[in-house]
């Protein structure tokens, strides 16, 4: 497994870290399996574990399966929003007020089974009816009472870049795939800049080219329109999709890190053989580039 710098932290990272959403999302993944995959994850090398306070169960199971092997992970987890359950149904709560974001950093430590977390980041920017200014106060009080070593945010786009160049954050965590490359026009420069981490979400697009019809709602179904009229097979050319998608994303110099989320041990074996330090050769990026150009940006 390939390592890199995360910014300027002094941390190196596996290239390819694992996202945790999945293994506290889905009720019906059974508890041994959760912990074989966190096992798995760290035996094969990937060395960064993305998590939120938001996704079901997965600080719990990470502190309860591996918080035994924290000399072996970097962990970065979020705050803004988290998880309730109400009359049996499933609800997150978006609370970005100074107390809210203590208290909810300060659960995730319990949970993690972690005095001090490595990373916590916002899981988005404040929202208008918030006070902004005293939220990432909040976050940076935080780094300053020792709970967290270092702090970021989770967000695409123009917003995400302003609140990077206005305030002293460590990483930022944003899409960055074959089929969203925007961030290296709005996002990447900044991240430059500032010498901030670049940890990369959607690094395959949730392989939706997959998928025969257009699933519902945005998230999967905006990528699902792109990959429509994308040439990905032709750029691939005979290699899989899957892996010519994720090289690509590890081709760019300035990702630090590209979380995969999964609880299927295979995949996370399939992930961890493509980190082998080859990047897609120099003609391939400028011609998937162009073709992301001409149908997207044009």
Same mark, same amino acid.
Request: glycine fraction near 8%.
């Given at each position: ?7 300027n932290t002094g941390l190196m990272v596996s290239e390819i ?9 889905? *009720? ?19 060395? !960064? ?5 938001? #996704?079901?169960?997965?600080? @719990? ?10 000399? /072996? ?22 609370? #970005? ?8 950093? %300060? ?28 939220? !990432? ?18 967000? %695409? ?18 899409? #960055?795939?074959?089929? #969203?490359?925007?961030? %290296? ?22 392989a939706v080219w997959q998928l025969t019809e257009k699933p ?11 990959? *429509? @009229? !994308?040439?990905?097979? /032709? ?8 892996? !010519? ?32 330090? *080859?990047?897609?050769?120099? /003609? ?5 580039? *162009? ?8």
């Amino acid at each position: 497994m390939q390592q890199r710098p995360l910014g300027n932290t002094g941390l190196m990272v596996s290239e390819i870290g694992l996202g945790a959403a999945q293994i506290g999302e889905d *009720q019906a993944v059974p508890k041994k399996q959760v912990e074989a995959v966190l096992n798995q994850a760290l035996d094969l090398g990937i060395n !960064f574990i993305d998590t939120a306070a938001m #996704y079901g169960k997965s600080e @719990t199971h990470i502190g309860k399966f591996i918080s035994h092997r924290k000399d /072996e992970f970097i962990l970065a987890t979020k705050c803004g929003d988290y998880e309730i359950w109400e009359n049996g149904k499933r609800k997150i709560i978006k609370d #970005y007020t100074p107390d809210g974001i203590l208290k909810t950093i %300060d659960a995730s430590r319990k949970k993690l089974n972690m005095d001090v977390l490595d990373i916590v980041q916002f899981h988005s920017i404040p929202g208008e009816s918030d006070n902004s200014e005293a939220a !990432f106060e909040a976050l940076l009080e935080a780094k300053h009472k020792g709970w967290t070593r270092f702090v970021g945010i989770s967000q %695409d786009g123009p917003r995400g870049a302003q609140a990077s160049a206005k305030w002293p954050l460590d990483a930022q965590e944003f899409t #960055y795939n074959i089929l #969203y490359q925007e961030a %290296d026009e709005i996002l990447f420069p900044t991240l430059r800049d500032r010498q901030m981490g670049a940890i990369i979400k959607r690094p395959i697009s949730n392989a939706v080219w997959q998928l025969t019809e257009k699933p519902d709602g945005s998230f999967m179904g905006g990528p699902w329109e792109r990959s *429509q @009229t !994308f040439p990905l097979a /032709e750029l691939a050319g005979d290699m899989p999709l899957i892996e !010519f998608a994720l090289r690509f994303t590890l081709s760019h110099p300035n990702v630090s890190t590209a979380i995969v989320g999964t609880t299927n041990p295979d995949h996370i074996a399939a992930n961890v053989r493509i980190s082998d330090g *080859q990047k897609l050769p120099d /003609e391939i990026l400028q011609k998937t580039k *162009q073709a992301f150009t001409e149908r997207f940006q044009s």
